[in-house]
């Protein structure tokens, strides 16, 4: 069993920051790429960035340069740095993880439970 723990998040006002933290724990032969989503009520869930485990990251467009992912790979994981917030941010963020359970096997896409970011204006 794979299970992606998220934590951080919460309340902040327009302009502030906020750090999450999704942590890949089980038995596993090694993570590949890993990401940070977002769903906003009534909206569809977004892709917000990505990184390699070569640490190549990818943005979307409305987060760069105010937000910011990295990893641990000895720790498997992954994290995502949020400044200069602003309301339209509010969302639950949910990571994920493309995983190998084995070696040999196709990698899996694993997601955490959702954490909730609100930005108050």
């Known amino acids: 069993q794979v299970q992606l723990v998220e934590s951080g998040g919460g309340l902040v006002q327009a302009g502030g920051s906020l750090g999450l933290s999704c942590a890949a724990s089980?038995?596993?032969?090694?993570?590949?790429?890993m990401g940070w989503f977002r769903q906003a009520p009534g909206k569809q869930r977004e892709l917000v960035a990505a990184?390699?485990?070569?640490?190549?990251?990818d943005y979307a467009d409305s987060v760069k340069g105010r937000f910011t992912i990295s990893r641990d790979n000895a720790k498997n994981t992954v994290y995502l740095q949020l400044n200069s917030l602003e309301p339209e941010d509010t969302a639950v963020y949910y990571c994920?993880?493309?995983?190998?359970?084995?070696?040999?096997?196709?990698?899996?896409?694993?997601w955490g439970q959702g954490t909730q970011v609100t930005v108050s204006s």
């Open positions: 994920n993880a493309d995983v190998i359970l084995y070696y040999g096997l196709r990698s899996r896409t694993y």
């Open positions: 089980g038995t596993f032969f090694s993570v590949h790429a």
């Open positions: 990184i390699t485990e070569a640490a190549n990251t």
